[in-house]
């Protein structure tokens, strides 16, 4: 009875401490590998086929300037940050459009439309694929980054569409209200008041939409594969692991994949609590 | 004048999502229903519809078979694994330090688990599939290997054993989606009201009775949802897979997944009906599962 009362019982401490065990060999498995990359990358070929537990001789950078340069992974990022930044503000900008005009204002058909827009998430994008290439191909965009931007967006738009307009309509009507009143026209109302409300979600979807869009690679793979100096980061990655065994550079494969996992854990850290946030209040919806 | 000016409004936000939406993602999936019904090579001028061919070609189809089995493996082991597991650490992380007069709190470090555990989620998975295929090198190279080989044990080919291949693609399958499952069963538990946990404290139930007797019921929907998007996800793999086992389904089909077959159908061999009929087949396994795991697990919501 004593134990009843006091709400912060003693802790069972070998459940806590098999506990705390489970959590740390989770989180190795996760850092070791990555960190093993990184370390891998400043070795030479004997060093990595050695003792894949051992730290590297000397900080060698050369196999990241070979990387960079010979294996073009320069040129990938380059193209990857291009095609991401253009993608994903046409996503946005568009996505949160029609996701304003579907969540706040009434006329006929608008529940037909917001349903086109989310059943595109219903359907696997393998099904689309031999089309799709053809559909590209007629509007002449077949092998072009722009291409690959409009596709982008328009397979981001689904998800987009969906949880911007749960986010529209959860804001107050009042402030727009204020707004119509003033005078404000209503692409006014939704530039300077709307948007400015919505930052939250906008900031989550985005940051949702440039992981997904970097991380993609099945759609580059169909659509911009022909001229190498075309090709995304995921692209130039899987097709530098199948050379590095060719050409024995092992140590510069490794350097490719510490500069493209880098930047996206440097952006993740930065912004994981708009990330985590964002996603668990997404998928939840 | 209003009422146009507000159509006008309406229509012009409207025109490019739409636009681009039904060029890119809708004509390309009704394009798909009907060539299925072809046997299009990509060149051919007009369609030549051969009816249900292709469908019957596939019933045929081993390597189809094959690809089912193996959907159906993923379909029993990574949605069940990933949520078991996640479910621990979200338990852990969010309420696993007990309660503290104050309301629950996670156990000690839980803010660094909850951002390293994230980790995988945000790398592509194609950078994933060429780390792990360092990883699981067959000979002492490999990682795991050379630790294996350290402790005096032999090398185990991880990708080449038949047995072995496929369980080896879903460990990073698993490795990469527990982080985000993690997140989401935590915005799940931060929404059960706290005071739940301390009168069931009170009354002196452990961490076993929370998680089993109040935890757990009350995250009924959001397991659910995470159960759809996971059995989603088992009929895809497509990055992984042909990265790390490559696109031939090594060793001897274990591999053989649909996604990886369709890719490989449309673009190395140019059957583009073919390939359109196991889109269609996917779709309809893809819609099965879904429609399915909602109708049979659906019930009261419960309201707090």
Do not use: C
Request: no cysteine; proline share 4%; charged share 15%.
């Amino acid at each position: 009875m004593a134990t009843r009362r006091r709400p912060s019982r003693p802790r069972p401490s070998l459940l806590s401490g098999l506990s705390h065990v489970a959590l740390i060999i989770w989180a190795l498995l996760i850092i070791l590998p990555l960190l093993w990359t990184f370390l891998a990358s400043f070795k030479n070929n004997a060093e990595i086929f050695g003792d894949a537990l051992q730290l590297p001789g000397a900080l060698r950078f050369d196999s990241w300037a070979r990387a960079w340069d010979k294996a073009h992974v320069g040129r990938y990022l380059l193209n990857t940050v291009i095609v991401v930044f253009f993608s994903t503000l046409g996503t946005m900008v568009s996505g949160s459009m029609a996701a304003y005009v579907l969540a706040r204002y009434r006329f006929p058909g608008n529940r037909l439309i917001y349903y086109f827009f989310v059943a595109g998430m219903a359907f696997p994008v393998f099904l689309a694929l031999g089309p799709l290439f053809f559909v590209v191909q007629q509007v002449g965009l077949l092998y072009t980054h722009a291409g690959l931007v409009l596709v982008y967006i328009a397979y981001s738009l689904p998800f987009t569409v969906f949880f911007l307009a749960a986010f529209f309509r959860s804001l107050p009507e009042s402030v727009a209200e204020a707004a119509r009143i003033d005078g404000a026209s209503h692409t006014r109302t939704f530039f300077q008041i709307m948007v400015p409300m919505a930052k939250p979600g906008l900031v989550s979807i985005t940051i949702f939409n440039v992981l997904g869009q970097w991380n993609q690679y099945l759609l580059p793979l169909v659509l911009v594969a022909r001229d190498e100096e075309d090709w995304v980061i995921t692209q130039g990655i899987a097709s530098i692991s199948t050379l590095a065994g060719a050409d024995a550079d092992w140590p510069s494969l490794f350097a490719a994949l510490s500069m493209t996992i880098l930047p996206v854990l440097v952006v993740y850290v930065i912004f994981q609590r708009q990330i985590q946030s964002g996603l668990g209040a997404g998928a939840l919806k | 004048m209003e009422r146009l000016r507000k159509y006008g409004f309406i229509a012009g936000f409207l025109a490019v999502p739409v636009i681009l939406y039904s060029v890119f993602v809708i004509s390309p999936y009704i394009q798909a229903f009907q060539i299925s019904l072809t046997d299009w090579d990509g060149y051919a001028a007009n369609l030549n519809y051969v009816g249900l061919e292709n469908f019957a070609k596939l019933f045929d189809d081993d390597a189809f078979w094959q690809a089912l089995r193996n959907h159906g493996i993923l379909l029993l082991v990574l949605p069940l694994a990933t949520i078991v597991i996640a479910l621990f650490f979200s338990f852990l992380i969010n309420l696993g330090g007990g309660s503290n007069g104050a309301g629950m709190r996670g156990i000690w470090g839980s803010k660094f688990y909850r951002v390293v555990f994230f980790f995988p989620q945000v790398l592509a998975v194609a950078v994933v599939g060429v780390l792990f295929k360092a990883i699981y090198r067959p000979d002492e190279y490999g990682v795991v290997n050379g630790a294996l080989i350290k402790l005096g044990l032999d090398p185990v080919g991880w990708l080449v054993e038949p047995g072995l291949a496929l369980w080896a693609v879903i460990a990073v399958m698993i490795w990469q989606a527990v982080g985000f499952y993690v997140v989401l069963f935590s915005a799940g538990m931060a929404a059960i009201p706290k005071d739940y946990f301390e009168a069931a404290a009170l009354d002196g139930a452990g961490r076993f009775r929370l998680f089993f007797s109040i935890t757990l019921p009350l995250l009924r929907d959001t397991v659910q949802v995470g159960w759809v998007y996971l059995g989603i996800a088992a009929f895809d793999g497509f990055a992984l897979i042909q990265v790390l086992a490559g696109d031939k389904g090594e060793p001897d089909g274990t591999t053989h997944v649909l996604p990886v077959q369709i890719w490989k159908t449309a673009f190395n061999y140019s059957e583009y009906g073919y390939a359109s009929a196991m889109g269609v087949a996917l779709f309809f396994l893809t819609v099965t599962f879904a429609v399915l795991t909602l109708r049979t697990t659906r019930r009261e919501r419960i309201e707090y």
